[in-house]
């Protein structure tokens, strides 16, 4: 076990480096990509007692099945009321707190790493090189860019309280590992660490791969498979397996239940390989290259040749790996748990309209940052003597380059600092989208009449274009600009566009005032009386 003062050190070190690049996310406001539904007009939250659990526990809870995540808002609640800056406070230290967690891990999977050169103090060189990999590995994963949907977009405290349970989970089960082979004991952290990773998916059942992971962990570096077999690693598991289970199944019998699962009708089963194989590439690049991360990757209308190119990248890699098993140990064990946490949100289990998302990326990242942290760690260990000069460069090379992580996601974190910006970064980089409605609606809300209607044509000329059905909230939400803007004439051809598609009792309330301003009294009556007794506000129905 190698739970000492350097690790801890480092940890904090990673964790106060991550906290001052994500100060940035304490100014952000509530979006209306979820944040309204799941905390801002969200009764439930609001009451930290035994209704709150009741519902949190139940199937009624939205979508999925995330109690700890509501009882983490409704202790935010209680705390800050419905400050934004109180939310996003708790996303970013948790977030610190998970950076600090993938420190330890490193440091603890690295205790065992030989030294490599020959050294007149191996051990202090073996020391020095634990606590870099341990440094490397929690700035690689904790100020990437990736991280950025994750932690600055308060509905996705899904993702960081997931994180800190499947990452205590995972230290606590190295350090059972440790102790069942050396010792023969290790019971209390072997539960320690069914209890947390259960935690992790009542928090998010992202986790789900997790008792997978750990037998690949055990075969490579923990090498338990080797000596004492495959068949007593996995019994071990056998509870995490059951917990599992019996957690996937129910979240795809509530997806099923509520209709949020896209059929192979509509979608089918190629067309999710392919999806999925365009995701992994994408992860991927964006974990290499990070440039042009967007906020909302939407379903494409048609997969084109480029999906089956970079899905035939990803099996001739995960070929290559499974090749190289037995001389390059590393690269499998690290695709694998990469993959493993990955798959729960591919296409093949699609419930949304979301091609791939940077919050996808968080659990998985973290194997990527681990590989790439020992190998550069390793790489400047060796370069002594004659080399130096190289290792200089080296260092100086990755120093800009966290340089480049920490500008990119200062600036990503401002991209989610209100609707506004959200959406404006989604339309700069894809103008061909239909969120000029989001942004539109948050216009509206905020007394921008020109600028709501402007995004409102906009989305309507988007749907022309793309041959889909024409849309009855973008008209009468232009319809409502067009009134505050006194174009009455504008806005009663508008609802009565709307009206056309959809019927709605609200829709004639406006037209009738949009009448009643053009001095049509009779025809102003007349939609009044449709619209009955209090219709209620303007909204997306």
């Not at 996310?25 to 659990?53: C, M, Q, S, T």
């Not at 919050?359 to 370069?383: C, E, H, K, N, Q």
């Not at 506004?420 to 216009?443: A, Q």
């Amino acid at each position: 076990m190698t739970f000492s003062k350097d690790n801890l050190a480092i940890a904090a070190l990673a964790a106060c480096i991550t906290l001052l690049v994500f100060l940035r996310a304490l100014g952000g406001d509530f979006v209306n990509l979820d944040d309204l539904i799941f905390v801002k007009n969200n009764p439930y939250i609001r009451h930290l007692n035994g209704e709150l659990l009741a519902w949190a526990f139940s199937v009624r809870a939205l979508d999925l099945l995330i109690p700890f995540t509501w009882i983490s808002f409704a202790l935010d609640y209680r705390l800050w009321g419905l400050n934004p800056h109180g939310f996003h406070l708790t996303n970013v230290l948790l977030h610190v707190a998970n950076t600090a967690l993938v420190a330890l891990i490193a440091a603890e999977l690295a205790s065992g790493m030989p030294v490599g050169l020959a050294d007149n103090d191996g051990q202090t060189r073996q020391r020095k090189l634990r606590l870099r990999i341990a440094l490397l590995a929690a700035l690689f994963f904790g100020i990437h860019p990736l991280r950025v949907e994750s932690v600055a977009w308060i509905t996705e405290r899904k993702d960081v309280l997931n994180g800190l349970f499947s990452l205590a989970s995972v230290y606590c089960y190295l350090l059972y590992s440790g102790k069942k082979m050396t010792t023969g004991g290790g019971g209390r952290e072997y539960l320690l660490s069914l209890i947390l990773f259960s935690c992790s998916l009542l928090a998010k059942p992202v986790s789900v791969g997790l008792p997978l992971l750990f037998l690949v962990l055990d075969w490579y570096p923990l090498q338990r498979v080797r000596l004492v077999g495959l068949r007593t690693t996995a019994r071990e598991k056998a509870p995490f397996f059951v917990i599992s289970i019996a957690i996937g199944l129910l979240t795809i019998f509530l997806f099923s239940q509520k209709n949020l699962l896209i059929g192979l009708a509509k979608l089918s089963l190629v067309d999710r390989c392919l999806l999925s194989g365009n995701a992994l590439f994408e992860y991927c690049r964006l974990l290499l290259f990070p440039v042009g991360i967007l906020p909302y990757y939407e379903l494409p209308d048609a997969i084109g040749i480029s999906y089956l190119w970079k899905s035939l990248a990803v099996i001739a890699f995960t070929i290559v790996s499974l090749l190289l098993a037995r001389r390059w140990r590393w690269l499998l064990a690290g695709w694998l748990c990469f993959l493993l946490p990955v798959i729960p949100v591919l296409a093949f289990l699609q419930n949304n309209g979301v091609a791939f998302a940077a919050r996808y990326t968080y659990l998985p990242s973290i194997a990527p940052a681990m590989v790439a942290a020992f190998g550069i760690a390793v790489l400047l260990d060796s370069l002594e003597g004659e080399m130096r000069i190289f290792r200089n460069a080296a260092v100086l090379a990755l120093f800009l380059l966290m340089l480049f992580y920490c500008g990119m996601t200062y600036r990503l974190t401002g991209v989610w600092h209100d609707t506004e910006s959200l959406w404006t970064r989604v339309i700069e980089l894809n103008p061909d989208t239909n969120k000029y409605m989001d942004r539109g609606v948050y216009y509206s809300i905020n007394g921008r009449p020109e600028a709501a209607a402007a995004d409102f044509s906009s989305a309507i000329g988007w749907l022309a274009r793309s041959g889909k059905a024409p849309d009855h909230n973008a008209y009468a939400f232009r319809g409502l600009a067009e009134f505050d803007l006194q174009m009455y004439e504008d806005a009663v051809a508008d609802f009565s566009t709307a009206l056309a598609i959809k019927p709605h009792p609200t829709y004639y309330y406006y037209r009738g005032l949009a009448l009643q301003a053009l001095g049509m009294s009779e025809e102003a009556e007349i939609d009044f009386e449709l619209a009955g007794p209090n219709p209620p506000p303007i909204d997306t129905f």
